[in-house]
């Protein structure tokens, strides 16, 4: 596990709070502010900014320590307990050396880019960096489907963990304004961080067909944290060597290779990319063939879905149990991301709030269940189209049977996995900027004739939906397996 020790030789920041009676510290009340050395499993010794040493100290924070990286994974490889407090330190870390690598780049070789990027603008990346998953509620992606089918049954419109990591920037921003003041951050700033977690729809468009030229040049610290572009980004980088370590998975696919290529280079509009050598084609074939590999062998596998789907179940049926603020406020557990309040105290030990507090018999039984690893049993799989949905799939097992389907269907689960290489149907790599040994300023895209074959899939993206069986009854195993054989002919 990471652990945050200080260094024996902390560093000094670079820039010095000062603050008075006007907002400012005075001379004779300076700080030194200290940046912090985290010792970890996957980066080695890493130093961060004190401001995020700040963050990291905050209770939006520190829950991270409580949610789990992969959810229901650990159910399948015992090791994947890591989670996302140590996660986002990594994406931190990260962000800091390829914004710090791109920009100096661009410094070394033009005299009128010295200073483009601020001091202030690259700790906006590292803070996106390090708050990007803040939003995440218990066993992380899983909770996003509990919140979501509660709000379609209430016509309301979809949540995503980004909304809620960007909600929770805002309040750690109210609650340490003075902190963010001491380096010259203010309200603007934060909206930048907000951008940089999740950039606004289209904004690629939007920029190339402006006439901000700012915007172009500073385009590519979009591209930093969550590149909405291609696709290659340090989140990724992070999650690949922390999953694969505590997975116990070789990985081959080396990110600091692509850090030390990586410049910012302008595409046919002026607008600025995070751009790698045209040899390292090949390094981002193995990133996204890892990112394939993951998801086939660990986060969307039949057993890692069986235990997510019993954690789906658990927390849908105890609609009885309510988080409480530390205001006092309630909600249950469905609408905690409408209250920070409550939210910030959800995390994954809602399961054993759950096992002994709900009423719900259903919603202990599963819980008991999933403790002692009594998993749903998987029936089988089949591929099928982007437009079906759950309640059609389970239709069309039960309807292999119309006699005993119906007394069936509340032990049916249906789970849909999805592979892709990160670009759902098309090819990723012809998504990303490249530059050449003669021209190392002008950002290019790849064409399809213009890379090997050898190393493309024949099919990019396969949609694939797995039957589960809720019921330990023999007999209901045994009817719906062979409702579930005849509909995968």
């Known amino acids: 596990m990471l652990t945050d020790n200080i260094s024996s030789t902390p560093t000094v920041s670079l820039l010095k709070p000062q603050r008075g009676t006007q907002g400012t510290m005075a001379s004779s009340e300076k700080k030194t502010r200290l940046s912090k050395v985290f010792k970890d499993p996957v980066h080695g010794e890493i130093e961060l900014h004190p401001l995020c040493v700040k963050i990291i100290d905050t209770q939006e924070f520190q829950r991270l320590r409580f949610i789990k990286q992969l959810g229901g994974c650990c159910y399948l490889y015992h090791g994947a307990t890591h989670t996302r407090f140590e996660h986002c330190i990594g994406v931190c870390h990260l962000a800091g050396k390829l914004v710090e690598a791109v920009t100096k780049r661009l410094e070394d070789e033009s005299v009128v880019d010295k200073g483009l990027v601020s001091d202030k603008e690259k700790l906006c990346v590292k803070i996106a960096g ?49 902190d963010f003041k001491d380096y010259d951050l203010d309200e603007k ?3 930048i961080i907000k951008e940089l977690i999740h950039p606004p729809e289209n904004h690629l468009k939007d920029v190339s067909e402006g006439d901000d030229e700012d915007k172009k040049k500073k385009f590519f610290l979009y591209e930093i944290v969550a590149n909405e572009t291609c696709g290659v980004d340090v989140d990724k980088w992070d999650y690949f060597a922390r999953d694969a370590l505590y997975l116990g998975v070789k990985n081959g696919f080396d990110h600091d290779r692509l ?52 954690i789906l179940d658990a927390m849908q049926k105890a609609d009885d149990i309510v988080i409480k603020a530390d205001d006092g406020n309630v909600k249950k557990i469905s609408e905690t991301p409408d209250d920070l309040g409550t ?85 990723p790599v012809l998504e990303a900027y490249f530059y050449g040994k003669k021209d190392m300023k002008k950002a290019v895209q790849k064409k399809e004739g213009e890379v090997s074959q050898m190393m493309l899939p024949k099919k990019f993206n396969e949609k694939v939906a797995r039957v589960y069986c809720k019921s330990t009854d023999p007999e209901h195993v045994e009817k719906l397996r062979k409702m579930v054989n005849e509909w995968r002919k």
């Open 259 to 310: 850090i030390s290529s990586a410049r910012a280079c302008y595409d046919d509009k002026g607008v600025r990319h995070v751009a790698y050598r045209d040899k390292d084609i090949s390094t981002l074939y193995e990133m996204f063939h890892l990112r394939y590999s993951l998801h086939r062998i660990a986060y969307q596998h039949k057993v890692t879905k069986a235990a997510d789907l019993m």
């Open 343 to 427: 939210y910030v105290n959800l995390n994954d030990n809602v399961i054993f709030k759950i096992k002994e507090q709900t009423g719900n018999a259903k919603a202990k039984e599963v819980v008991n269940r999933l403790l002692r690893r009594d998993l749903y049993e998987y029936l089988g799989k089949k591929i099928i189209g982007d437009e079906e949905t759950e309640d059609d799939i389970v239709n069309q097992v039960l309807s292999e049977n119309e006699n005993e389907g119906e007394s069936l269907r509340s032990h049916v689960g249906v789970f849909f996995a999805s592979f892709d290489y990160g670009s759902k149907d098309k090819n």
């Open 130 to 178: 390090l708050c990007h998953d803040l939003g995440h509620g218990p066993y992380s992606h899983m909770f996003e489907n509990v919140v979501n089918e509660d709000r379609k049954k209430k016509g309301q419109v979809k949540w995503t963990h980004e909304d809620a990591s960007k909600e929770l920037v805002d309040r750690i921003y109210r609650n340490l304004d003075g």
């Open 189 to 191: 700033d934060v909206e």
